[in-house]
């Protein structure tokens, strides 16, 4: 291959470094790849890192020691999470949105690529220092923003589901009390998706009373791993005190009625504006 | 902003271009981003198209018309998309993962964020020219895959429902045969998921009967929608005639049994070595 030019290499880099969130990769693998010296790949990482910082696209980081490298972070400023997350706000507040029973119709923007892909970024810069191993969520809608942050976090997706399937092999059921129905519910996990000894960040999409949380974190006891955060795309303003605690949200629900009408007052979460 | 140079301007661009893809980007855009002439961002276009080209990291078209501008597309060479799934294959056959009733295990694939986003790029390379206005997938295991083949489209994704519930707001309901089973299920999707009139492509994790497949399509005719395709990371080779036809799957699952053991064969699916 002929000599590839600073300009080329930069972009091909960048694209190669974001395509693999959080993963480091080393100084000698992009010298192979374009056939590059080191102090020549050292100017160009400080180059994407002035270009990521300015235009609000991430951050690379260099990594020291043996297993030193190279990588890169959508992390999403404060001030950018709280733009967007008020953004978000905006759409789903209103009567539009709201469903007989009091509930609130998002599922277009649970399952949206565009929006989860963005929230993904905001949970895992919040919880990139605790370096979880794995995400775990339970079925169904939190799954795709759960597949964001463990993509951004460079980590796997584990999922937990109702019952144990067949296609799942063996598998840990526990039982847990829905915070919402008071009804008793199964949780169930196969064996060999998690490995003893490793650390996990829940995340779902709801949170109210706080019991199917507290299921997961029960669920992981039993597999000996340690829970290292708890983020939600929504938590309901009441109940105020949950079963489990320290979570972070994105928003906070409120459905206000007045008359036959009821309205969603959706709010950025406090520790967004700290 | 101080004038930015041409290879901090190209990195920062093919990131943009690449988070959103199948986007539109008009050249005034990056005109006002960058504060740069259309002549200079034309050339800056032909450059990342050939750096995207010669290290296989998708591609840049450039679309002309009124609507015109340029879009990034994370498209997989036949040859990459054939070498990665042979991987897999190699990953997924075997006994180890066979489980009890002649089930495979790969929930663990189903849900790393690193090879879904890779095969939504090779499942979305096949239908970039359906031009689909959506994803559709049934809960729970196939909605990773047909989340990063929504993104790599860069079009909505829609889940449908084994059960209809209070929070998604008044729904379409249609029971279907379970292929597999041969039992009545229920499929369930909210009315204000999808507009009538548009285009989906199906995507979904396995297909066997094609049961649930055959579903899907008749719940898109209850909404006057197209369907344009139907894509399955895995496909069983029996039985051979399925309800639904036309579907591209990534791979082919065989169950061979030897006595007491069972082994499972996976084969890239035959279109892929086209």
């Known amino acids: 291959m002929e000599k ?83 953004g978000l706000c905006a759409n789903l507040s209103g009567t539009e949105r709201v469903l007989p029973g009091g509930f609130l119709y998002y599922s277009d923007v649970l399952s949206s690529p565009e929006i989860t892909s963005y929230m993904g970024r905001i949970l895992a810069t919040a919880y990139f220092e605790t370096e979880p191993d794995f995400v775990l969520t339970m079925e169904t809608k939190g799954i795709p923003v759960a597949l964001t942050t463990a993509h951004a976090l460079g980590v796997p997706l584990v999922i937990a589901r109702h019952n144990s399937r067949a296609y799942e092999g063996s598998a840990v059921n ?8 008071g009804t008793i519910q199964t949780m169930s996990l196969a064996r060999r998706a998690v490995r003893e000894g490793t650390r996990a960040l829940i995340v779902d999409d709801f949170l109210k009373g706080g019991g199917t949380a507290k299921g997961m974190v029960d669920l992981m006891h039993e597999f000996s791993v340690t829970v290292v955060g708890m983020a939600f795309v929504m938590a309901t303003a009441a109940p105020e005190k949950k079963r489990v605690a320290g979570e972070k949200s994105l928003m906070t629900l409120e459905i206000r009625r007045s008359g036959d009408e009821a309205s969603a ?5 406090s520790w967004l504006e700290a």
Request: glycine share 8%; net charge neutral.
């Open 4 to 86: 590839i030019r600073r300009n080329e290499r930069l972009s091909a880099m960048l694209k190669i470094l974001s395509d693999s969130p959080n993963r480091i990769f080393t100084l000698s693998h992009f010298c192979d790849l374009f056939d590059a010296a080191k102090s020549t790949l050292s100017e160009d990482i400080d180059i994407l890192r002035d270009v990521t910082q300015s235009f609000g696209l991430g951050e690379l980081e260099t990594v020291t020691g043996a297993a030193g490298g190279v990588r890169y972070r959508g992390t999403v400023s404060k001030a950018d999470a709280l733009d967007y997350v008020k």
């Open 174 to 181: 526990i039982n847990y009390v829905s915070g919402s129905s």
């Open 265 to 269: 007052l959706v709010r950025p979460a």
